[in-house]
C-alpha cells in the first residue's frame, strides 16, 4: 500500500560520491537521492559509511582534516560543495541533531533562541518568543517546559534534551533535518516519543536518520538505504527492504544472518 | 532447511528448525489419516474410521502450537524478509494441513453410513482419485522442506487432474442415481467424499502458494478454483 502517492520531489541528490580518510576508502561512488518531506533511514553495521555518507550533507566532514569528499551532492539541484556556498548558512538549511544531546550550558530559552538569534530571523523579543515558543511546541517539548524556561537545560532528562536539540535546530526554519542515531541514548518510552515526533516532522521537514536499529527504520523511515563496507548496497521503500529486499547482502544483515 | 547463512542468534536458526520439524511432523500426521480414511471408506472398516475420527484431535493440537509458536517467534526475534515470511508461511500452512485433516475426518465419518449399502465400483475411482491427492499432498511437504519451488509449480499441474477426476466422478455418481433410486444413499454420500477430496487438492494448492511467498516473496492472485460440476445437468432420461 502506497502510503504517499503524491508528488515525490528530490530534495538531495548525491552522485557518485567517494569518500577517503588518508587513503582509506570510505564511501564508494554512492548515488542516492533523498525526497522531500519523507524520512530517509541509513542503515548499516558500523564503519559501513552510513554517518559518513550523511556528514557529507551538511559538510561537516569539511571539519575533519584527513577527509576528502570527491563527487556532485546537490541541494534543490544547487551544488552544495560550491567553494560560493555559505557553510554557515547552509548548515541553517540543513540542520543537525547527534547522537548524544548535546544542549548549550544555557536556558532552555537560550538553547532554542540562539540559532535565530546569530541568523538573524527575530526582529523583536516578541518574534523571538514566538520562536521558541513554536519550536518547543514542535518538538513536543512545550508543554512539559513552558513553566521553565529561564531552567538550565542540562536540567532536563535525556529524551526533554534531545526534543529540546530538535527544537533548536528546527528553530532556524531548515528545509532537511540530518539525524545521527538520535535515539541511542535515551529509553524506550524516550525513543518512541522522538519517533512519534519524527513522523510528524516530515510534514514541514526532509528527514534523514542513520540508525543501528532496524526496528526503528522499519517503524520511522519511508525509505531505507543499506550501506555495507562503503557501498551502498540498496536503497528501497522500506516495506519492501525489510520484507523483500534484493540483494542478500541486505537479507543477511537486516535478518541477523552472519553475511 | 535453506542454504542460508546462519544467524547470529543461533537459537532462532533452532527455533525455525522447529517449526518446519513440527510442521513436517504435522504433514505425515495427515498423510496417514487421508490414507486411512480412504481405506477405511474402500474396505467398510468402521473400527479403522473412528481411530481416524479419533486422532484429527492431534492434528488440531500441532495446528495450534505451531500457531502460537509462530506468534512466539515473531514477537521475540522481530524476523524480518526471508525469516518473516517463512513464519508467516509456516501459519498458513498449517491451517491448511488442518483442514486436510478436517476432510480426512469427514470421509472417515461417512464409512459407517456407505458401509451399510453393497459395494459400488465407484469406490476404485474414489480411490484413484485419492491416490492423486496423496502423490500431491506428499509432494508439496517435500517442496517445502527443499524449498522448492519448481516442484511447487508441479502441485499446481496436478490439481487439474484432480478436477477431472472430480467431474467424471460426479457424472459417474450421477448415473447410478438415475439407474437405481437405492443408490441415492451411498451416491450422496460419495459425492461428498470426492468434493472432500477436491477441496484437500485446493488446500494443497495453497500450500503450494505459501512456498513460493516464502521463498520468492511473490503472492500470486487467488487462483480460480473451478468446480466444473457446478453447472452440470443430469440430462432427462429419454430428454
Known sequence: ?259 | MNDRAEHIHKAFDEELRQLDNRLAEMGGLVEAQLAGAVEALRRGNTELAEQIVARDKEIDALDIEIDLFSVRLVALRQPVAADLRTIFAAIRISSDLERIGDMAKNIARRTHAVSRFPPLATTASIASMARVVQTMIKQVLDAWTARDTEAAADVFARDTEVDQHYASLFRELLTYMMEDPRNIGPCTHLLFVAKNLERVGDHTTNIAEQIDYAVLGTRSAERETHDPTNSLVPEAEGG
Open chain 1, 1 to 259: 500500500m502506497d502510503m504517499t502517492p503524491g508528488d515525490l520531489v528530490t530534495k538531495l541528490t548525491a552522485r557518485g560520491v567517494n569518500v577517503f580518510y588518508d587513503d582509506a576508502h570510505a564511501l564508494k561512488q554512492v548515488d542516492l537521492d533523498i525526497r522531500a518531506h519523507e524520512v530517509t533511514a541509513l542503515i548499516g553495521p558500523s564503519g559501513c559509511g552510513k554517518s559518513t555518507f550523511l556528514r557529507c550533507l551538511n559538510r561537516m566532514n569539511d571539519l575533519i582534516e584527513i577527509c576528502r569528499v570527491e563527487g556532485d551532492i546537490r541541494l534543490d539541484g544547487e551544488d552544495i560543495y560550491d567553494p560560493a556556498v555559505d557553510l554557515v548558512y547552509l548548515r541553517a538549511r540543513i540542520g543537525m541533531v547527534f547522537q548524544k544531546p548535546n544542549p548549550f550550558p544555557k536556558s532552555i530559552y537560550d538553547n532554542v533562541a540562539y540559532g535565530p538569534k546569530i541568523h538573524g530571523l527575530a526582529r523583536s523579543r516578541g518574534d523571538m518568543d514566538e520562536i521558541v515558543a513554536s519550536s518547543l511546541e514542535r518538538a513536543g517539548l512545550w508543554e512539559e517546559v513552558k513553566d521553565r524556561l529561564e531552567a538550565p537545560a542540562t536540567g532536563l532528562s535525556g529524551g526533554q534534551q534531545q526534543r529540546l536539540c530538535i527544537a533548536r535546530a528546527i528553530a532556524v526554519r531548515p528545509e532537511v533535518i540530518l539525524m545521527d542515531e538520535p535515539c541511542s541514548s535515551l529509553d524506550p518510552i524516550a525513543t518512541a516519543r522522538i519517533e512519534a515526533l519524527i513522523d510528524e516532522l516530515k510534514q514541514n521537514f526532509t528527514i534523514v536518520v542513520v540508525t543501528h536499529s532496524m526496528q526503528q527504520a522499519a517503524r520511522v523511515s519511508q525509505r531505507t538505504a543499506f550501506f555495507h563496507l562503503g557501498d551502498l548496497v540498496e536503497v528501497g521503500d522500506t516495506d519492501t527492504v525489510f520484507t523483500k529486499p534484493v540483494d542478500p547482502r541486505t537479507e543477511a544483515y537486516i535478518s541477523g544472518r552472519i553475511g
